[in-house]
């Protein structure tokens, strides 16, 4: 059993940047895939950003450009760069790995005033 735990999130205001942390209790190098996702109210949970163990990334089309995923193996911690907020990136955001088994994070909250 691995826990995921996400931290960094805040209030920042519009062209803003913060840094979400990924920490995981054992090695992420056993996990294909770990991704950045977000829910918003009243919205589906939707995917980021996501890094395969090859770290090969992929992003959503609203943050490509701003955003940045990265993985630490050495750390088992994966990061999630987020650099001019808007206020429509306002979410929960979750961290989850993917490999024999599936993990999800609790969430951290961002919110992006305007």
């Known amino acids: 059993q691995v826990q995921l735990a996400e931290s960094g999130g805040g209030l920042v205001q519009a062209g803003g940047s913060l840094r979400l942390s990924c920490a995981a209790s054992g090695s992420i190098t056993s996990f294909n895939y770990m991704g950045w996702y977000r829910q918003a109210p009243g919205k589906r949970r939707e995917l980021v950003a996501g890094t395969t163990n090859g770290g090969i990334t992929n992003y959503a089309g609203s943050v490509k450009g701003r955003f940045t995923i990265s993985r630490d193996n050495a750390k088992n911690t994966v990061y999630l760069q987020m650099n001019d907020l808007k206020p429509e990136d306002t979410a929960v955001y979750y961290c989850?790995?993917?490999?024999?088994?599936?993990?999800w994070g609790q969430g951290t909250q961002v919110t992006v005033s305007s």
């Open positions: 989850g790995a993917w490999g024999s088994v599936s993990y």
